[in-house]
């Protein structure tokens, strides 16, 4: 198994020499505010995903990107088992906190909404990895861990649908873990124990963050597949001309996942959990309790109906045609699964009695383990976009790997896949809002072949497909047609930052470079 990376120079940054500054400006503030120089630094990319929103933590597969943007630690162990996190950027104020004495797992406030709580996310799942691997390290959990200092600088910007918030967590895991001098973890370990730390803050997600953050490969794509068992499978996209590339632009439409989790983010999880048991408990299937509230997921659902429904052999999610021609007809079926009242959605009561519960089994399974908000379930709506975007994850496959050479074709192809997926987003889960789709639009009239939404939604950032030759006529035009008219007052350096073209990037790693900083 693959170890997360040690690294010896800049040379996986696409320009090292301002990131050697920004490694030395790092070291230098680290000593200013700790009196000391670091010991290691380590760092984890935020990450792009280019097709399949909103339905990894139903376990369909994802295809994202690491990219540039990242978050980077700088780290020294303390005498002492206190904890002090600082940042560079000022409105996240230094925090300093006691490891528990006897050994037991630091808590946290779901209610408070602090930095330091994705910092004590990241510690909580080293600290169990650390007993549950190297139990003389905690004496079986009953010695606490070592203390640090750690400062954090993040290019990743926060809100803006390109998982910092996972970066900050697989960053402060590894900072934990090698703090305690544990030197090699495999990616699939960190993989595993890093999935769950946003779990608590209170957010439901899946795993493509992390996954995307960990197993990044420069020049590469991951296909992230969770059935029958998370697996992470790089590849190259086509090499067209003129060359294509993925710009991103960050709409500035903040969206905090853990704030707006209950309207928002958890309640979509809320939502395809009861399609799932909806669905099996109207066609009679068994399915097994495996998404993140033990419910049946939509992936588990959909296999069910093939193999007990119609004795159809059992689809091992790595044959693209039999993946496109199922998904392709389970979205023919569900049109006639659901009633025209129950298409424009679902009360409690309703809902309860289509998934055969009880009002109060309904709330112990689906409304007590993370908070959310609703009027009415939009149970058709988010069942018909996990499958088709999940369908249209596939279909970018097929489009790339049946490419013979004609550019544009491919490009018009994976492009209109981008466009149909954005309309599902805004459509059908309700996650695109205005100043997004007018950001799209803008893009699509001015070089790009398909523009769409990226990560959690609800605001952040806009992934667009263009290639070289159309990249700077996109870029000016954006600036003047969308982030001047809409917001006056942005800065230079704030426009810079809003607009990132990024290639597929080197994944978390360790960052041995202290003797190259002056």
């Known amino acids: 198994m693959p170890l997360v990376s040690t690294v010896k120079d800049f040379s996986f940054y696409s320009d090292s020499e301002k990131q050697k ?7 230098e503030t680290f000593t200013k505010t700790f009196h000391q120089k670091p010991d290691f ?5 935020g990450r792009v995903n280019l097709m399949g929103d909103h339905i ?17 630690t700088a780290v020294s162990k303390s005498d002492d088992n206190s904890v002090t996190i600082a940042n560079t950027d000022e409105k996240f104020t230094t925090q300093t906190f006691d490891l528990p004495s006897d050994g037991s797992l630091v808590t946290i406030d779901k209610n408070q909404h602090s930095w330091g709580n994705y910092f004590k996310c990241g510690l909580l799942v080293a600290h169990k990895y650390i007993t549950e691997t190297y139990p003389e390290k905690t004496g079986s959990g009953k010695k606490p861990l070592k203390g640090l200092h750690a400062l954090f600088d993040g290019t990743v910007p926060t809100g803006g649908g390109l998982s910092s918030s996972a970066a900050f967590c697989i960053a402060a895991t590894l900072a934990v873990l090698k703090a305690n001098d544990i030197s090699d973890i495999t990616k699939e370990d960190l993989t595993r124990i890093t999935v769950v730390c946003e779990h608590y803050v209170g957010l439901s997600n899946g795993g493509m963050d992390q996954c995307a953050s960990i197993y990044g490969e420069p020049s590469k794509v991951l296909l ?7 697996e992470t499978t790089p590849f190259e996209l086509p090499k067209t001309k003129p060359e294509a590339v993925f710009l991103i632009s960050n709409s500035l439409v903040t969206s905090n996942k853990t704030e707006t989790a209950p309207t928002n983010y958890n309640l979509r999880v809320v939502e395809v959990a009861v399609a799932a048991d909806l669905l099996a408990h109207k066609l009679g299937l068994k399915t097994d309790q495996d998404s993140n509230l033990n419910t049946a997921t939509l992936r588990g659902a959909f296999d069910a109906y093939f193999t007990q429904k119609l004795g159809e052999p059992h689809w091992d999610g790595k044959d693209i045609n039999m993946g496109i021609e199922r998904l392709t007809r389970i979205l023919e079926y569900i049109e006639t699964v659901f009633s025209d009242e129950e298409k424009k959605g679902f009360t409690t009561e309703e809902a309860a009695k289509a998934a055969g519960k009880s009002k109060d089994e309904f709330s112990s399974t689906y409304l007590s383990a ?6 009415l379930l939009k149970i058709y709506q988010r069942t018909k976009h996990v499958f088709s975007d999940s369908l249209r994850v596939l279909q970018c496959i097929k489009v790339a790997r049946d490419f013979k050479g004609d550019s544009e074709d491919y490009l018009q192809q994976f492009g209109k896949l981008m466009n149909e997926s954005q309309v599902s987003c805004n459509i059908l889960n309700n996650a695109s809002p205005p100043k997004c789709e007018e950001l799209c639009r803008i893009a699509r009239e001015n070089g790009a072949y398909g523009s769409r939404i990226t990560g959690a939604a609800f605001g952040g950032s806009i992934v667009h497909l263009t290639t070289v030759d159309r990249l ?16 006056p007052n942005i800065t230079e350096t704030e426009l810079n930052e809003a607009i990132v073209v990024s290639k597929p990037a080197e994944g978390a790693c360790v960052v041995d470079i202290l003797d190259k900083i002056e």
């Not at 990894?56 to 943007?69: G, N, Q, T």
């Not at 992230?224 to 998370?230: E, M, Q, R």
């Open 41 to 45: 630094l380590v760092r984890a990319p």
């Open 21 to 27: 500054k920004r490694y030395g400006s790092v070291v």
């Open 224 to 230: 992230i597949s969770f059935k029958p068992k998370l």
């Open 56 to 72: 990894d933590y139903c376990h369909f597969s994802v295809l994202p990107m690491a990219i540039e943007v990242d978050v980077i």
């Open 472 to 487: 700077q006529k996109l870029i000016d035009v954006l600036t003047t047609e969308y982030y001047k008219k809409t917001y």
């Open 370 to 375: 993370f908070p959310v908000r609703y009027d």
